[in-house]
């Protein structure tokens, strides 16, 4: 630990001071509530984020969303709760994606039932909707699962347990259903998508391609301008801040982290990275250098030429 704190120690001028500047807030539920709050979904959408690039900020202070200390957000994510304060920011206009068994604290869809352990799978019905999937026609599902009354015809639906051996047999019996698997509303100027299942729970789990590329589908559905586009390893963590007049943008190379373990990370070269604004200068610190910048379409693109653990990257 003694080089992480000496660089803090010799480049605090880059740490005092930061706030978040994403614009995708991770919804937690502090313990005061009381509310069941599952840690692997939780977990399993803080993966989906961080290996998928979106710039996301984590808080379990509704002020933030609704209240005195409102931040402008693109999309809201709960991964095992919705609260009740949701409602007037999703009619104002905001974006909502919920992830949860769990029905939310205020109307999306008439609840039908909450089954505590489905062993399933949910049929893809529209492959336009979800162009990730194009190759996927079932994606697993194993867990607890909330049907709602279906208002025409949903673009994922349930398929309910059926036989899993004899060899010969399985799945003999295998029925679809109509049950939505995925349900959108327009709730006044806003939008919610309730996945009425636990896909981050899932994805903690199992880490299936499949639920990794829903959830890319279902996000970019929602929120269409990302703040980031990069072609950075999915286990490069980036972080985007505000510090008085400049942007700062880390990145953590975690390829060396294994569960528990902790070893030497891979190197990586020439990480291309487009932030959406229009920034003039750029400047990497851990291996010090200007970089060249190029601005397109809204967004200020270059390339991070070497990430050994750790680079930061200052934009003004």
Do not use: C
């Amino acid at each position: 630990m003694k080089p992480i704190f000496r660089w803090a120690a010799a480049n605090e001028q880059y740490y005092a001071g930061q706030t978040s500047a994403a614009r995708v807030l991770l919804l937690g539920a502090p313990a005061a509530t009381g509310r069941t709050f599952g840690e692997e979904p939780y977990r399993g959408m803080f993966r989906l984020l961080s290996e998928q690039h979106v710039l996301f900020a984590v808080a379990d202070n509704m002020d933030w969303v609704s209240g005195a200390k409102k931040r402008e957000f693109d999309l809201v994510i709960a991964a095992d709760w919705a609260p009740a304060e949701l409602k007037q920011y999703v009619e104002n206009g905001g974006k909502v994606l919920l992830a949860s068994a769990h029905p939310p604290e205020f109307g999306v869809a008439k609840v039908v039932r909450t089954e505590s352990d489905v062993k399933g799978y949910t049929r893809v019905r529209d492959h336009a909707a979800f162009p990730s999937l194009k190759d996927a026609d079932l994606l697993m599902l194993n867990g607890p699962f909330t049907e709602v009354s279906a208002v025409g015809t949903a673009a994922l639906t349930l398929i309910p347990p059926s036989l899993i051996g004899p060899p010969e047999l399985v799945h003999v019996d295998m029925k679809d259903t109509d049950t939505p698997a995925i349900v959108t509303r327009q709730l006044g100027k806003g939008i919610v998508t309730w996945i009425p299942w636990n896909l981050g729970g899932m994805y903690y789990l199992h880490s299936l391609p499949a639920h990794a590329d829903l959830f890319r589908d279902v996000t970019d559905r929602l929120n269409p301008h990302r703040q980031l586009r990069t072609n950075a390893h999915p286990l490069v963590e980036i972080t985007i801040m505000h510090q008085g007049g400049r942007t700062l943008l880390h990145l953590v190379n975690m390829s060396g982290h294994s569960q528990t373990g902790y070893f030497p990370p891979v190197p990586m070269r020439d990480i291309q990275v487009e932030v959406a604004g229009d920034f003039k200068t750029a400047a990497t610190v851990r291996k010090p250098g200007n970089l060249t910048l190029n601005t397109v379409g809204g967004y200020t693109g270059f390339t991070v030429p070497q990430l050994s653990d750790y680079e930061l990257v200052v934009l003004k």
